[in-house]
């Protein structure tokens, strides 16, 4: 179902493109005949929730199969934790960049 799922979800895109291109391309077209753009034709705003459906089934099926959340699983529960949460120390990636903090910006 993942390969399926994925070429629903490139086709949902694609309509959601091409209904962005059809809306440039129509308001284009007023401005050529000088009239005032109220929305986009009724065609596009259908292509657009066909469009929205198509992804959201993709989104859905494509990431696996949903599991269920089990509360009172050992594999929930948090081994331990240190008595002082105060200053607990984390690994990021601010330690990539110089320590010193007295550099300064040359102008």
Not at 32 to 53: T, Y
């Amino acid at each position: 179902m993942g390969g399926v799922g994925f070429a629903v979800g490139v086709l949902g895109g694609l309509l959601l493109a091409h209904a962005a291109y059809a809306t440039i391309q129509y308001r284009g077209m007023l401005k050529i005949v000088e009239e005032e753009f109220s929305g986009p034709p009724m065609n596009v705003v259908v292509e657009l929730l066909v469009a929205l459906v198509l992804c959201i089934f993709s989104g859905l099926t494509v990431p696996g199969k949903f599991l269920s959340i089990l509360p009172d699983s050992d594999d929930n529960r948090v081994v331990s934790l240190p008595a002082n949460l105060d200053f607990m120390i984390f690994n990021h990636r601010g330690r990539v960049f110089p320590s010193n903090a007295d550099l300064k910006l040359k102008i």
